[in-house]
Each structure stands twice: as structure tokens, then as C-alpha cells.
């Protein structure tokens, strides 16, 4: 269902729909940052490359950016949002299948072997980039690291024939600490960790987004509403857009065409309280 807001405030879309969409992801320097060591250690098949951050961070966002950016550029990509598999056998089916591998085998030694021809076919005589991303890495239990270690020691003497890129939360860092996840840690060439959002990267998120959605207008939340944003929200960007939207949608329901930094609180209480209960948020 269309939102009630979008005409009242001229919009197109809605601007702080929590949908990881690559089009509203504003690059601040920490993620940019990300975006071109990622695509460096992709480009030059270096192996392994993880994106660390905190629940909200925009790793999901980054993760279809980077996808799609693959693929404009003709690399060979396939993005695996829930790693959870019961064992190493079905990741690795997944993977093949989402990779357009042509055959499956039925032993987990035998696709292994499928795999690596698929790969030599590909990387080498076809000289395609294969990216493997994937998405809530930290669901990884051991036994499937160990699988992914299997798959980027495929390699040639110049080159890995299969690139990975991790996006995890922090509870990615303690299994790569453990000694049976070391061996694959060590094969990660460059990390990055996306943080939350400092005032100024905060605000200008807000303004990039109500331009991609509003065809290119200005924003109607005042400096202060944009720092009731920020306050309540802890620079987290998904928490700041639940927040805006939350106050969007107050506003509508105002008939104000300003957001002011009073909508903002009412917006962040109601949620409290209907998130953690009137006693706790009393
Ligand atoms: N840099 C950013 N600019 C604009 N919006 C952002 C940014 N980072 C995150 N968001 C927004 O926050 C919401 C959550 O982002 P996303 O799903 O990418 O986070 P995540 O790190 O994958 O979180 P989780 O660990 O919970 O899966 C989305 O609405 C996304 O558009
Ligand atoms: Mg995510």
C-alpha cells in the first residue's frame, strides 16, 4: 500500500523506507571507503574481503550496491542473503546453483570437484571475475567456514579463481577468532567496518534521501528536528529512518508541512512505548 504522505509532501517514493535499496544508500567517507577496497580486492582477485557493522549500518545496502555494480560491469556475481545452511553440502549446492554452475553432484566431495571445473572453466579459459557475496555472514556456523576456505584455495599462480565478500555483524570476528575459523581469517586481505553516522553524515543522509525520493526538493525537517533525529537514533541510519518516517507520517496526520524537533520526540516516544511498554518507558 501506498503511504498516506506521499502526496501531502510531493513525494514519489518514500524516502526512508528501511528496504536496503542501493539507490538510497548515502555514501559517507566510512562507506565509501568500504565500497573501493571492496571492489579492489574483487577486481584484482585478491580472495576474501568482509564488511563488519552493527545491526542497521547499511551492509545489506552496500552488499546489492556492490551486486549490481558487479554485474554492470559484467564481473560474474551472485549475492547469498542467509547462509544458515545445515551443513557444507547444501552451502555449497546453494552457491553453485546461485552461480549458475551447470551440474550438481551428489556427494559433497564430487560438487567440489564440479565446482573447481566450473571455476577453471570461468576464471581461466573464459577469464570472468566470479564474486560469491554473502550476506548476514555471521549466521556462518564453523563447519561452513571451513567450506568457504575449501573454495578460495582454488587458485591459480597469479590469482583466486572464486572472490568472496563477506557482510557480517561483530559476531563474524569472534568465530574467525576461533582456532577452527583462523585458517579462513587469515585469508581475508582487507576488512572494513561501517559505523554509525556522525551529526553532519546524519544530516546529510536525510537530504540525500528526500532528494532521490521527491525528484530533487528540499527536506521539511528543521536543524532541530534533524538533531532530535540524531539524538534518538544514536547515528544508527535504519533507526533514524524508522524515526523520520514515524515523524512523516505525525506530521501528515497534523496537517503540518514543517517537521519540527517536538514531532521528532513524540514520534521516538511513541515508538519507545509501544516497543519496551508504558511502564518501562514511563
Ligand atoms: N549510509 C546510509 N545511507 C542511507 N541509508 C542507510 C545507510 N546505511 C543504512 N541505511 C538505511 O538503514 C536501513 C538498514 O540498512 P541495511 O539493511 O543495509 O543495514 P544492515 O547493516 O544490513 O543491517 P542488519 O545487520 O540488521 O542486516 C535501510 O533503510 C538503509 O537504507
Ligand atoms: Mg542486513
Redesign the pocket.
Known sequence: MESPYLSYFSLKEEPF?????PR???L?PV?ATALSKTEFVVQTKKGVAAVF?D???????LARLLHQKFLDHGLHSALVTNPNYPGPYSLLRTIALELGVPRVARSYADMLLVFKSFLLTEAVKNKKTIVLMID?AQTLRLPLIETLRQLVNFETNDEKLLQIVLFA?EDLRSKLAHPRGRNFRSRIVMASTLDRLGPGDLAQ?VDF?WRVASGGQEHPFDTEAIEALYDYSGGT??EA?ILADASLLLAFLEKEKRITAATVKRAAHEREVNLEGQKEAA
Open positions: 523506507s528501511t528496504v536496503p535499496s538510497y544508500l548515502f559517507t562507506h557493522g545491526t542497521g549500518t547499511g551492509k545489506s545496502s548476514e555483524q543522509m534521501r541510519p535504519r529512518a
